[in-house]
């Protein structure tokens, strides 16, 4: 085999990758993925799950995942629509079945993988296949998703208890009367959400939550005009926070004090910040759970007892055990996108992940150096704290200052629907005074922040 570009993974990073190049440049692609089609984790993820961020702006560049459409009922009411998992799924087999193999340009092999020495093998049948890449290998699997279904848990479970990945709940959850969600995530907040919508009375259910976190106000990530004031002034919210904020836990108060984030509980400081998305409505809902134990991670299921760092609780042997607990992005640390013959896909903004890989095809179809390309790519690693969240803004704000001074990247940016806002800010009359003041003050706030940004990464050192 001879190809152009060998792209490993076809997630939504890969495919958002290989879209944008199949766009910019007359290459040819081959990619390769272990699993048996288009779509990376999606292809295991739960029935009930949806997207964090509204669909407008998710997926690749030149297809659009769904319409411009606001919910009008459930928690996400009054907001943009957010795809369900069996949406998503359609939409990356769509999109490889009718875009980019009829291209003649794009070669799918799924169930295979690349070896060490660059072969490409065959899970099945364990045929290798030489390939000879003219141009760059790109790993799109670095920052390799882990989905309950698929993960390995770090807990024992004893043969008479039941513990299933949310996958199997809709299947199984009317065979219990009793329920405990283990893991504090996005995906955990999902299956209490599904458990209380589908009618499970809110003693009945038991939530483990090893690490509080904060929640991002869903209603500040809606990339439409209607909600312009409320999406630009979250923005200046954060940069103004970053310009008084003493601290990372006076720094999360700020945010939750201009409603940009959301706790559980008021009363306890989260220590974890994934940039997992709620609404309001579903905020409420959680907190009709009263069972929440704070005693550390899970490390045993027994009959009548659950076993965790901090100690033991009595447990009903009839409980049925949902295990939320995978960690979701791989956090391996970062290292240069453009490193010659290699192309490694990471993020350039937080946490948009298919934005950042079709910039990184778009640099690297129209730029010429590694350090031209690496000037605008500074690769920012998955926060897991809100120290870590404050030291991202770093390379993040160096993207998008570098890519503004930069007229192509600039046009694409500002026309790009995967970025979400910046053709919000392009198309702003200006004659609105209102929006004017906003971004005003969005632009004052950044400087300051910029001041302070020194001291309070001192801090957190």
Not at 69 to 78: A, E, F, L, V
Not at 161 to 184: E, H, I, K, Q
Not at 198 to 225: C, E, K, L, Y
Not at 350 to 376: R, V, Y
């Amino acid at each position: 085999m001879e190809t152009d570009y060998l792209v490993i993974g076809a997630g939504a990073m890969g495919l958002a990758f290989a879209d944008e190049l199949l766009t910019r440049s007359d290459a040819r692609i081959v990619i390769v993925d272990r699993r048996h089609a288009p779509g990376g984790h999606w292809n295991d993820a739960y029935p009930f799950v949806r997207l964090h961020q509204p669909s407008v702006f998710y997926g690749v560049e030149s297809r659009e995942l769904a319409q411009y459409r606001i919910d009008d009922s459930g928690p996400n009411q009054g907001y943009l629509s957010l795809a369900e998992g069996s949406e998503v799924v359609h939409y990356f087999h769509s999109l490889m079945r009718e875009r980019l193999l009829p291209s003649g340009r794009v070669t799918f092999l799924p169930m295979c993988e690349v070896e060490p020495d660059g072969a490409i093998r065959s899970l099945l049948s364990r045929e290798r296949r030489e390939i000879t890449v003219h141009k760059k290998v790109v790993n799109a699997a670095y920052l390799t998703n882990m989905v309950p279904l698929t993960h390995t848990r770090k807990f024992s479970v004893a043969p008479a208890s039941s513990c299933v990945p949310p996958n199997d709940l809709p299947r199984v959850a009317d065979r219990f009367t009793r329920y405990t969600v283990l893991g504090a995530g996005k995906t955990g907040a999902d299956t209490c959400c599904w458990l209380l919508a589908a009618g499970t009375p809110p003693d009945a259910i038991r939530w483990v939550v090893p690490r509080d976190s904060w929640f991002v106000n869903r209603a500040t990530t809606q990339p439409g005009p209607e909600f312009f004031n409320v999406v630009f002034g979250a923005f200046a919210a954060q940069r103004e926070a970053l310009a008084s904020a003493t601290s990372a836990p006076d720094f999360a108060q700020r945010m939750e004090a201009a409603g940009v984030w959301f706790r559980l509980d008021s009363n306890v400081e989260p220590a974890m910040f994934h940039a997992a998305t709620l609404s309001a409505g579903e905020l409420t809902q959680l907190r009709r759970i009263r069972d929440i134990v704070r005693m550390g991670r899970v490390r045993a299921i027994e009959n009548e007892r659950l076993v965790l760092d901090g100690g033991q609780l009595a447990a009903d042997p009839s409980t049925l055990y949902i295990d939320c607990t995978a960690a979701a992005l791989a956090r391996p640390p970062t290292i240069p996108i453009f490193d010659g013959k290699r192309v490694t896909l990471q993020m350039l903004r937080l946490p948009q992940l298919p934005f950042s890989a079709a910039l990184i095809a778009f640099l690297e179809a129209t730029l010429s150096t590694d350090e031209e390309k690496n000037g605008m790519a500074r690769p920012i690693r998955l926060s897991d704290t809100v120290p870590e969240y404050i030291l991202a803004q770093v390379p993040e704000v160096l993207n998008r200052q570098a890519c503004n001074r930069n007229p192509a990247v600039r046009a694409w940016i500002n026309t790009c629907r995967t970025d979400g806002y910046a053709r919000l800010v392009a198309d702003t009359d200006p004659n609105d005074p209102e929006r004017r003041a906003v971004l005003a003050r969005l632009r004052e706030a950044s400087k300051a922040a910029a001041q302070n940004m020194p001291r309070l990464l001192a801090t957190l050192a």
